[in-house]
C-alpha cells in the first residue's frame, strides 16, 4: 500500500511540474505577444496639455485582465481618436512602476479617466467593458458616435 501511494504522489508531483513549466512557458509567450499590443508612454498626465479626455490604464502585459482590455483600448485609438488620449503603463516594469505609485493603483488593471484639464473624474478597477468604458468617456464629455 504505502508503495503504491509513493508512486502516485510521484505521478501528481511530476504532473503539477510538468503543468508548471507549461503555464510559464505559455505565459513568456503571450507576454512578448503583447508586449507589442501595449504601448507604454513615459509621459505624466497630472498636467493634460492634449485638450483632450485621457484614459489611463495601468496594468501590465502579463495580466490577462490586462490583455483583455487591449480591444478596448485599440478600438478608442481608432474611433476616438480626436476626442481621447489612451495611455497604458505597464506597472509591472521600471518604466510604468512610478505611474503605479502616482495613481496609488491596488490592483491591475486599473483604469483612470481624466478631464481635459488633466483631473481624475473616474477611476475603475479590474477589466473594464468596452460599453461601460464609453458611458464613463461620455461623462466626460466625450461624443459618441
Not at 16 to 45: M, W
Amino acid at each position: 500500500m504505502i508503495f503504491r501511494s509513493n508512486k502516485k504522489m510521484k505521478s501528481f508531483n511530476l504532473l503539477g511540474i510538468l503543468l508548471l513549466v507549461l503555464l510559464i512557458s505559455c505565459s513568456e509567450k503571450t507576454n512578448a505577444d503583447s508586449s507589442k499590443a501595449l504601448e507604454t508612454k513615459s509621459a505624466s498626465y497630472s498636467e493634460n496639455t492634449t485638450g483632450k479626455v485621457t484614459f489611463i490604464e495601468l496594468g501590465s502585459v502579463g495580466c490577462v485582465p490586462c490583455q483583455a482590455m487591449v480591444p478596448v483600448m485599440d478600438d478608442m485609438r481608432k474611433e476616438l481618436a480626436d476626442q481621447v488620449e489612451v495611455v497604458f503603463h505597464d506597472v509591472w516594469t521600471e518604466e510604468g512602476e512610478p505611474f503605479g505609485r502616482q495613481y496609488g493603483i491596488r490592483v491591475i488593471p486599473t483604469q483612470v479617466f481624466l478631464d481635459k484639464e488633466g483631473n481624475e473624474y473616474y477611476r475603475h478597477e479590474g477589466y473594464f467593458a468596452k460599453e461601460e468604458v464609453y458611458a464613463i468617456l461620455k461623462q466626460g464629455g466625450v461624443e459618441i458616435k
